[in-house]
Structure formats: C-alpha cells, structure tokens
C-alpha cells in the first residue's frame, strides 16, 4: 500500500467518522432538549467533513474571497 492509498483510505475513514459524529451528537443534543447546540454541532461537523471530503474547497473559497477584498496584491 503507497502513501496515497493510505492518504485515500483516511480520508474515507474520516468522513465516515465526521458523518457518524454528527448523528450522534445531534441525537444526544436533541434529546436533551439542546436544540441550538445540536445545529451548531451539525453546522460545525458539516463543515469539518467539507474540509476532509474536499480540501481544495476553501482554497477556491479563500482565493475568491481575497480577489474581492483586493488583498492579492494583483
């Protein structure tokens, strides 16, 4: 097995995880009545599975945001 079927293997291993995660804890929140904390542990895992499923995502997200604030320097 090389480095990128290690790498591969990971990411898949994580985002099943984040995904498994983010069912728990919003199950586990909900029922103790801590609705905004189950959004917000959702919104978070979402975003951290994002990051794990396709991390070139917020360097587009970063480079777009940087040529509207005019702070590339171009």
């Not at 586990?28 to 801590?34: G, I, N, T, Y």
């Not at 509207?68 to 320097?73: A, H, P, Q, S, T």
Request: charged share 15%; net charge positive.
């Amino acid at each position: 097995m090389s480095l990128d079927g290690i790498v591969d293997w990971l990411s898949t291993e994580g985002k099943n995880a984040i995904f498994i995660a983010g069912i728990v804890f919003a199950i586990v929140l909900a029922f103790r009545r801590q609705f905004i904390g189950a959004i917000g542990t959702f919104l978070v895992l979402l975003v951290a599975y994002a990051f794990v499923a396709k991390p070139e995502l917020f360097g587009s997200i970063s480079e777009f945001i940087t040529s509207k604030m005019n702070l590339g320097g171009k």
